[in-house]
């Protein structure tokens, strides 16, 4: 069993920078692939970046190339997610999501393990 706990998140300003953070425990089932997604009101769930947790491989949705970084550190088993340049347009519900195989990574029904979420506010 896989569990995935959350933290960050927050009320920013448009332009301002901001981390969230994804603590992977295990059992014998070890992820491969950290992915991240938004929801935000009124809408579906939007696919944002994924990384393949031994290749480091990483994937970004054109909407955040670019002012997006996704991360990981093994040793603190933890996957992070750097936000820069956020735009009112980013406020959303943010998850990360794992699973084992690096394909249909912007599918989150392909997810089964996923973290509580943590909101992201960008607005004056």
């Known amino acids: 069993q896989v569990h995935l706990a959350e933290s960050g998140g927050g009320l920013v300003q448009p332009g301002d920078s901001l981390r969230l953070s994804c603590i992977v425990s295990?059992?014998?089932?070890?992820?491969?692939?950290m992915g991240w997604f938004r929801q935000a009101p009124g809408k579906e769930r939007e696919f944002v970046a994924a990384?393949?947790?031994?290749?480091?491989?990483?994937y970004y949705s054109d909407s955040v190339k670019g002012r997006f970084t996704v991360s990981r550190d093994h040793a603190t088993s933890a996957g992070h997610l750097q936000m820069s340049g956020l735009m009112p347009d980013d406020t959303a519900i943010y998850s990360c999501?794992?699973?084992?195989?690096?394909?249909?990574?912007?599918?989150?029904?392909?997810?089964?393990?996923w973290g509580q979420g943590a909101q992201v506010t960008v607005s004056l």
């Open positions: 295990s059992g014998t089932s070890v992820p491969i692939v």
């Open positions: 999501a794992a699973k084992s195989f690096w394909r249909d990574l912007r599918d989150p029904w392909d997810y089964p393990y």
């Open positions: 990384i393949d947790w031994r290749s480091v491989a990483t």
